[in-house]
């Protein structure tokens, strides 16, 4: 049987709601960071193992009474509404009901049992488990469950979107203790301010991994400290504040100390509990973690040996089983040939319309590299990339779009693989006689060209670009005069377009989309031409747009302005 993963969730969304950028919100203009940040890790996490057999645990009470009981300071410094007794955040809580009927829907069990923490649960099924088990969490506190008796590690994520695999044969090394009841007492030792775990003073981790190797126990350190012993690194001082903080030690470890025994209610042999992609598409629609959503479904999919469904993330494997009508049979570009486009009297409008968008590292197309990606039919047919650019990620780019280095290099693609499978895209769209639409495309095409000529010089990107139809260009043939600027998003303003989650690849790739039919209905004159048509116009209308702004630019004093009237690529 595969092996179990264990989420300590609330470490994992409190993770992703202080790291994952809020600026994406869903339908209610709530963010929706700790949302996307816990599906990605989970699908991270099932691809990595090779498993669906995921549960989410949850804290039912953060602060349990027997807890609290033992020592009364126990995370008090977390409350913040007194009456409440909550430690969440407002734009977190209203995210977590989300977060739960999709993790549902999707087939992984949520266990939470009143009275007891994540934690609690954690250790239940540990060490009910049959299989090897996995827990996810970034809390250092789980190590303590690593021992002979099961086969349990612990992840914890790094910095670069890493993450460190703990067993119990790594504890020596990276904590100098033996296993994981040793490991608690040194916590113990050490302290954590952060739950109201006050150690004892003076002492830190390494001391303290250093008193349990020389005496072997909490107890024998405090024997020896009453001994008067001072050796071993246990000199009159510490011995002293050992003796002194005795008592708050032997609270300290059994505050830590996890239940084994709670009633989750879960039969650990019959998760997963299977994928409901209905139900989830359900759950997810308005939220606007349409990516986040396609990277779990697909994840589970692949693992589960179902059919991917309709959207793709990531990997070329998953790229590759897309069914949606986005999704051609892989065709090699390694010599592709520059096939005609249809040149017949039909409008480029009663063509198949595809939307196209990457957001990237940068603004200059010659440098910069490919974040995401997507081909877009429809709100329901949508076809997504995440890359790792193979370079850091700027802030000013990430303030745009959201995705961080650390992300990108978590959970991205090679990007070759991804320029890769864009080139084939475009080679089937071409094929197909579809017409390709984006906002100021020449930007995009222009990346592509760039990112091709990086990763694939075997493939002329030029002879496989299909019809465009760049609605920044029509938009100003269209209306010269409008004062303001033309963005995507204020374009779609104009044009009342619903444009919810901008610089998300998607989401502009489909208001682009709906652009054009706006502007195709705006004037029928341009809506007639045939697709060869509509490309030689543009052409035309973006080399005449750059020398009208070249001279307006030349006339108010820089009279070395250069503005290129290049289309579709410069």
């Known amino acids: ?89 407002p734009e977190l809580a209203v995210q977590l009901p ?27 099924m540990a060490a009910q488990s049959t299989t090897p088990v996995i827990i996810v969490s970034p809390d250092r506190d789980l190590l303590a469950l690593l021992d002979s008796s099961t086969d349990v590690s612990v992840l914890r994520p790094r910095k670069g979107g890493e993450w460190e695999a703990l067993t119990q044969a790594d ?46 126990s909490l107890e024998s350190i405090i024997h020896a400290a009453k001994a008067g012993v001072k050796t071993g690194g246990l000199s009159p001082k510490r011995a002293a504040t050992i003796i002194e903080v005795e008592e708050t030690l032997h609270k300290t470890l059994e505050v830590m100390r996890c239940l084994t025994d709670v009633d989750h209610g879960i039969d650990l042999d019959s998760v997963p509990n299977g994928l409901d992609r209905a139900a989830v598409e359900d759950a997810a629609d308005g939220q606007n973690i349409r990516r986040s959503v396609d990277n779990l479904t697909s994840a589970l ?16 494997s998953q790229a590759a089983a897309q069914t949606d009508t986005i999704a051609h049979p892989r065709r090699s570009t390694e010599s592709a040939e520059s096939a005609p486009r249809s040149a017949g009297t039909a409008s ?20 910069a590299r490919i974040v995401t990606a997507a081909f877009v039919d429809s709100p329901a047919q949508v076809r997504t990339w995440l890359a790792d650019p193979g370079i850091e990620i700027p802030e000013s780019a990430r303030a745009v779009h959201g995705i961080t280095t650390e992300f ?71 209306d010269p005069y409008r004062r303001g600027k033309r963005t995507l998003i204020e374009t779609a303003k104009n044009y009342r377009i619903e444009l919810l989650d901008a610089h998300d690849a998607a989401a502009d790739a489909l208001a682009a989309l709906d652009i054009s039919r706006a502007l195709a209905e705006k004037s029928t004159e341009i809506s007639a031409l045939s697709n060869d048509e509509i490309m030689a116009a543009q052409a035309d209308w973006k080399r005449s747009q750059a ?9 108010k004093g820089n009279p070395e302005a250069v503005v290129d009237g290049s289309w579709p690529m410069s």
């Open 348 to 367: 480029w409008v009663q063509s198949r319309l595809v939307g196209f968008d990457l957001e990237t590292t940068g603004v200059e197309p010659a440098t």
């Open 1 to 89: 049987m595969k092996p179990l993963v264990l989420l300590d969730t609330p470490a994992l969304y409190y993770r992703a709601f202080y790291s994952v950028p809020d600026s994406i919100v869903n339908a209610d203009g709530h963010p929706v960071n700790a949302v996307r940040g816990v599906l990605d890790t989970v699908a991270q996490m099932v691809r990595r193992f090779d498993t669906d057999r995921v549960v989410a645990t949850m804290d039912a009470d953060w602060r349990p009474g027997f807890r609290t009981a033992i020592m009364p300071e126990y995370k008090a410094a977390r409350v913040k509404d007194e009456e409440a007794g909550t430690e969440i955040p």
């Open 301 to 316: 999919e692949s693992v589960s040996g179902a059919d991917a469904g309709a959207a793709s993330y990531g990997a070329a």
């Open 408 to 478: 990108a290099r978590a959970n991205g693609a090679d990007a070759a693989q991804v320029v890769s499978e864009l080139c084939a895209v475009f080679t089937a769209l071409r094929e197909e006689g579809v017409v390709v639409v984006g906002h100021n495309v020449v930007y995009d095409l222009s990346v592509m060209a760039a990112e091709v000529a990086r990763h694939r010089p075997d493939i002329d990107f030029a002879s496989i670009i299909p019809t465009i139809v760049d609605t920044f260009v029509v938009d100003k043939q269209i």
């Open 171 to 216: 504890l020596p090394n990276a904590y100098g203790v033996p296993d994981g009841t040793r490991y608690r007492e040194l916590a113990a030792l050490r302290g954590d301010p952060s739950d109201g775990l006050p150690g004892a003073p003076g002492i830190g981790e390494k001391t303290a991994a250093t008193l349990l190797g020389n005496f072997g």
């Open 547 to 555: 020398a009208g702004l070249q001279a307006w630019l030349r006339k």
């Open 98 to 124: 989300i977060m739960n009927r999709i993790l549902t829907a999707a087939g992984i069990p949520i266990a939470e049992v009143a009275g007891t923490e994540a934690d609690d649960v954690i250790a239940t």
